[in-house]
């Protein structure tokens, strides 16, 4: 048993993956306090900790077995993030969800401004944006220029069109499009702009 105690993350993690079962015990035991604590920090809730802890390590079983990790060097970092993104999967599930639906009145931008100062509110508001910046590289070239001009760079739709070589017209219709398409590739990688 010492001679497990003493192997590094990465050498149990390969005895594992090769087929030493026992080996997990050994990870779980070194790293558990570390990945409870920190999943209950967010969550403050002893047994949606535990339900959460649970999963994570059955997702990175799975993972192993699977053969799907990729050894960087960097185990107890890859488990953090599974269980953070496991949280956050969490929050969004139990908050009110709805899709953005961008108008005159409304703009989904706008409600990423606001200053929440729920911990909780701030990973799902980082979450956004991270699932804003992957919606804007998937639209066309002409649609994401526009988006960007407008809300990163604070141009008029005058300025736009001035810079871009098109009519006024031509540059709001891009930003419309933009905008629709932005809501249909939401709804088909199952991306939910939550508040």
Same mark, same amino acid.
């Given at each position: 048993m010492a001679i497990v105690d003493n192997r590094t993350d990465n050498?149990?993690?390969?005895? !594992?993956?090769?087929?030493?079962?026992?080996v997990f015990a050994t990870l779980l035991s070194r790293h558990k306090q570390k990945v409870y604590n920190y999943i209950l920090s967010l969550v403050k809730d002893n047994a949606l900790a535990d339900d959460i802890f649970q999963d994570t390590f059955i997702k990175v079983v799975n993972t192993l077995r699977s053969g799907t990790y990729h050894d960087e060097g960097k185990f107890i970092?890859? #488990?953090?993030?599974?269980?953070?993104?496991? #949280?956050?999967?969490?929050?969004?599930?139990?908050?009110k969800m709805y899709m953005v639906h961008t108008n005159e009145e409304y703009d989904v931008f706008g409600f990423l401004d606001s200053n929440e100062k729920n911990r909780e509110e701030?990973?799902?508001?980082?979450? #956004? !944006?991270?699932?804003?910046? !992957?919606?804007?590289?998937?639209?066309?070239?002409?649609? /994401?220029? #526009?988006?960007?001009? /407008?809300? !990163?760079?604070?141009?008029?739709?005058?300025?736009i069109a001035e810079k871009t070589g098109v009519s006024i017209n031509t540059a709001l219709g891009r930003m419309r499009y933009a905008l629709i398409n932005m809501r249909r590739l939401a709804e088909e990688n199952s991306i939910s702009l939550v508040k």
């Open positions: 050498e149990l993690v390969q005895a !594992y993956i090769s087929g030493e079962q026992c970092q890859w #488990v953090m993030r599974i269980a953070h993104n496991l #949280v956050i999967d969490y929050v969004r599930k139990s908050q701030i990973m799902i508001r980082d979450q #956004v !944006y991270k699932d804003i910046r !992957y919606l804007i590289k998937l639209l066309p070239k002409e649609q /994401r220029k #526009v988006l960007v001009m /407008r809300h !990163y760079a604070n141009m008029s739709f005058k300025e």
